[in-house]
Nanobody, 125 residues
Framework: VQLQASGGGLVQAGGSLRLSCAAS????????MGWFRQAPGKEREFVAG????????DYADSVKGRFTITRDNAKNTLYLQMNSLKPEDTAIYYC???????????????????WGQGTQVTVSS
């Protein structure tokens, strides 16, 4: 499995970005997925998660109401729509795929076995 994240960039506060994560392999459509981020000097943190068929999602409190996670299993692609961006959203964003099948949404980094390379999001004030 390979995950390729894209869509990051530099945006002003209040702006929007849409991240994409293209997955290889045949397991994407049966796997829970997640977005995490890591800011300089901080630990990697959960941003959003989605179950295998997109019917259930979960978000960190800091992004609720601003970010939306979706997936297109026909295209093997995960998305993160980010609106009303804030300077504190600045980080490298990683997509992750769970290795083990399960029905839920998972917010712990240890739940995921496959990781993308990350895409930088920078929000200026």
């Amino acid at each position: 499995v390979q995950l390729q994240a894209s869509g990051g960039g530099l945006v002003q506060a209040g702006g929007s970005l849409r991240l994409s994560c293209a997955a290889s392999g045949r397991t994407f459509s049966s796997s829970a997925m997640g977005w995490f981020r890591q800011a300089p000097g901080k630990e990697r943190e959960f941003v959003a998660g989605i179950n295998w068929n997109g019917t259930s999602t979960d978000y960190a409190d800091s992004v609720k109401g601003r970010f939306t996670i979706t997936r297109d299993n026909a295209k093997n692609t995960l998305y993160l729509q980010m609106n009303s961006l804030k300077p504190e959203d600045t980080a490298i964003y990683y997509c992750a795929q769970r290795m083990v099948r399960g029905p839920g949404v998972y917010d712990g980094p240890f739940e995921y076995g496959y990781w993308g390379q990350g895409t930088q999001v920078t929000v200026s004030s």
